[in-house]
Every structure is written in structure tokens, then in C-alpha cells.
């Protein structure tokens, strides 16, 4: 089973469309972080959270310890938002991240 | 503002054959990792390293990888003898103390 589990798998929205995704992840953590993966395959850092909310102008990031559970929020969402979003995760007090599978955005005009 | 840089973008080499994966990660940051996607799958964990060694590796890891700090700039990535299976984007990473990791372009390895 993997440690760090997305959904939905792929997202396909209208522009102007407030955005929903999801990760939830099964051991302790030190912080979990957001990151966004374009076609060309580069990788992007969003956020890092160990507790409560960020924002990053149309970006929100949510995570709940006890629940174990992120959201990542896209208010407002945009065709250049269409990207894979992923969540990862440090486990306890290892350095290395701990990758889900990815979330696919399409947002179409 | 500040980046990480990997060289070369794409990389095709025959099977056996060696390859060094370079990087040139942000210059005040103290911890290095190097982590690869097979295409189509999620990104995998390979090596972290701190204070000139290895701090963590994953089993993927093994006697046919090595990382080097040749000086103070370069983190590199050594495939001794590759295989088809090592066929993937290699990406390079650096963090600071309680930072996020900035992640390179990445390198893609083809072997054929």
C-alpha cells in the first residue's frame, strides 16, 4: 500500500473553476509538501506544511495532523494551471521525501 | 533567485556503458538528493547526502550507483554500468536547514 495516496488521479476543470485536491498519507510525518510538475518535467515546490494553512496568491494548502489529510486549493483556476500537483511527505525525521503518484490538472479555456 | 542546475537535459547511452549525471545545486545549501521517475510512475527516492556523505539511500541504490561532491559546487550522479531498467528522469535536489527541496530540471536518461 502506498504511504502517500491522491486523489482524484486526473482533474479535469473549467477555467474559473475553485479546485479540490486531496492527500492522505499513512505514517508520521515531519512536513508535507506540495509540488507541481509540468510537461516538460521539471519540479516545482508549492509549499511545505507542517501544520495549518498557506497561501500563496490563488494557492491554498491545507493539512490536518491528526487526520492526516492535505488539500491543496486552486481559487480562480487558469489553462497555465494545468500541471501534475503532488504531494509528498517527510517521513518521521528522514530527509528523503516520500512521493503520491500525482494529481493530473487539465483546465481548459 | 537562486537555482538548481543539472547537465546534461537528455542523455542516451548504450547499455553498459557509464554515465555521470551532473548538478550544481544552490550554493548555501547544506543537504543533496538525487531522485529518479520512471516514465509513466511516481518520483522514487535514491540517496540524500550531507556533510560530504550518504545519509540515507533507498534499496534502488545499489553498488552500481555513487554520488560525489568533487568540490564545492558539483553533486554528481555515477551509473557504473547501466541497464535498460535505469531508464528515467534523474532529478537533483537541494534543501537548506528546515527548508523545502528545490528541485533541478532534470536529466533524461535513455539506454538503449
Known amino acids: 500500500k502506498n504511504e502517500v495516496e491522491q486523489s482524484p488521479q486526473n482533474l479535469t476543470a473549467q477555467e474559473g473553476e475553485f479546485i479540490t485536491i486531496n492527500c492522505s498519507y499513512s505514517v508520521g510525518i515531519s512536513a508535507l509538501h506540495w509540488l507541481q510538475q509540468h510537461p516538460g518535467g521539471g519540479i516545482v515546490s508549492l509549499f511545505m506544511l507542517s501544520s495549518g494553512k498557506k497561501k500563496h496568491g490563488r494557492l491554498i494548502a491545507t493539512i490536518n495532523i491528526q487526520e492526516k489529510h492535505s488539500s491543496l486549493h486552486i481559487t480562480a483556476s487558469h489553462p497555465r494551471d494545468s500541471a501534475v500537483y503532488i504531494c509528498a511527505v517527510n517521513k518521521g525525521g528522514s530527509e528523503k521525501l516520500v512521493f503520491g503518484k500525482g494529481t493530473k490538472l487539465t483546465v481548459n479555456p | 533567485e537562486p537555482e538548481v542546475t543539472q547537465t546534461p537535459s537528455h542523455q542516451v547511452t548504450q547499455m553498459g556503458q557509464e554515465v555521470i549525471l551532473r548538478c550544481v545545486p544552490i550554493?548555501?545549501?547544506?543537504?543533496f538528493y538525487w531522485y529518479r521517475q520512471i516514465l509513466g510512475q511516481k518520483v522514487e527516492f535514491l540517496v540524500s547526502f550531507y556533510n560530504n556523505e550518504i545519509s540515507e539511500k533507498s534499496e534502488i541504490f545499489d553498488d552500481q550507483f555513487s554520488v560525489e561532491r568533487p568540490d564545492g559546487s558539483n553533486f554528481t550522479l555515477k551509473i557504473r554500468s547501466t541497464k535498460l531498467e535505469d531508464s528515467a528522469m534523474y532529478f537533483c535536489?537541494?534543501?537548506?536547514?528546515?527548508?523545502?527541496?528545490?528541485f533541478g530540471q532534470g536529466t533524461r536518461l535513455t539506454v538503449v
Open positions: 535536489a537541494s534543501a537548506g536547514q528546515n527548508t523545502e527541496a528545490f
Open positions: 550554493s548555501n545549501h547544506l543537504y
